[in-house]
């Protein structure tokens, strides 16, 4: 062999390594997250029971079903719709791990989305976890993508028509589960999601659902509460008493014409009331500076702090920044004071859930206190 | 004598004085129409505000001229949406249009007109602020969550067109001067 041989070699072994160790990254992100379900949850089931098309897909999940045996409202609660925001994650998790049902029943997907969770967003420098310290010591999460993975679901269309509305979108929503509703049996990856997800709702009969989303610190809508129409009393109440917690919500409703989205087909398509709630999380925003797990988890980023100052962010953003704890903290606090509102509107039908940590106790505890 | 003159300048005196204060604390009548002036949601809380002090109101977003005729309070809540103003299908300047015309309306039957600004900061700013104004400078009586008054805004608006303003540190402390501002 001639020297160009042993460097054409070298360069060979050295490419196989850098891709062998990518290979395992990127594959890291099929496995899946353990959580260590409370002994209250009294049945374990899949998303594709509810539509037998997408057993064995990567859009199948887990459900988790809290039944009191007490006659009551049916909630339902939805993390992971967006596998980058993982306070909607995590605030699942809690309630998998914690909640107790004492009258009706309540229903919990932590990983809607479970393709998202497969993939990070190209060109956005996301970690592919992050850790949090939990009661049985450091437990990894995935931090996955805004959509579906690409190879689930391609090529993404120029124009996401959705269905049944007609109404277009950019491409990429295609893969998006929160523009997917009410879905169709017979249509794309994401849209036999979003179908089987409304199949559950009705044939679970769902009193009320909850969809836990987060967004940039600079976008409009951060730490609020969306309703469809129908739940716009329920949530003005709860808003009002959030306030007596120094918790501040912004209540929107519902756009009537902007379609695809679960407060609003949840609404449209089903008897539920249905809630969307947003945090605030400086890992998504466009300011941002190093993507980081401690920027996932902390919440604290010196950019951010910057546009604060420059009042170009909508929240308060101090030197504690935007934690996770926080993030959760204030996802948990607002599904029960929803829930509570929601029980004073229906108390022929309310649903009783306990063992939901405190928001104070989970800010200053951290989350992780309250994950086995 | 002149004990007697005193007196009758101090009735006299009282007289002057008394319209400037009843413009702030005289009471409001119901029922209320409660309307938006940039269809954000902030309507909504104030019709819960209203339903937890019983008050006879009624919400509506994009309320005309002809709703006016019912109601013998028109309570405007401001405060821009980009996705009230979108659902509603209309643009910022229909929107203006409309509210200048159940305000001229309300003005027309000599309506007395609540101004309930609850969104705070987000309902503030470039977007926000023609509404705030509009609906400011055509009131009687404002309530204003304070974050929402960090600049004095409504206090500037308030001080100088002599209109009565109560500032209260959260949307649920507007329910009180609200309760207190209405005959029962």
Known sequence: MEKHHYIAVVFLLAGGILSAIASKDFLSMRDADILHPSQFVTTTGMLSDYLPEIKGTYGDTKVYYFNSGNPGATVILLGGTHPNEPAGFIAAAVLVENAQVTKGRLIVIPQSCASGFTATDPLEACPTHFTINTQSGPRTFRYGARGGNPLHQWPDPLVYRHYPSGQQLSGMESRNLNRSYPGRVDGSFMERNGFAIVQLIKKENVDVAFDLHEAAPEVMIINAIITHEKGSDIAANAVLNLEFEDLQYSLEISPKNFHGLSHREWGDSTMTFAFLMETSNPSQGRLRGVTSEALVVEGNDPFYKTASKLDNVRITYDSSGEPLSLRVARHLQGFKRLVESYNEAHPENSAIIENIPEYNAVVSDGVGKYLK | ?184
């Open chain 2, 1 to 184: 004598m002149k004990f007697i003159r005193v007196l009758v300048m101090i009735a006299f005196g009282a007289l002057l004085i008394t319209p400037l204060y009843s413009q702030s604390k005289e009471k409001f009548e119901q029922p209320i129409l409660i309307t938006s002036a940039g269809q954000s949601a902030d309507v909504t809380m104030a019709a819960m505000l209203c339903k937890k002090v019983n008050l006879n109101a009624k919400a509506v977003n994009r309320a005309t001229a002809a709703d006016v005729k019912d109601a013998k309070t028109l309570m405007i809540v401001p405060g821009f949406s980009s996705k009230g103003l979108g659902a509603a299908g209309i643009s910022r300047e229909q929107e203006m249009d409309r509210v200048k015309e159940v305000i001229a309306a309300a003005q027309k039957q000599k309506m007395r007109i609540i101004v309930l600004h609850i969104g705070g900061k987000p309902r503030r700013g470039q977007q926000s602020d023609d509404f705030n104004k509009l609906c400011a400078e055509a009131s009687q009586y404002m309530i204003v969550v304070k974050q929402g008054n960090d600049d004095n805004f409504f206090s500037d608006i308030a001080a100088a067109k002599k209109i009565g303003l109560d500032l209260v540190e959260k949307i649920a402390e507007a329910a009180k001067p609200l309760e207190a501002s209405f005959t029962k």
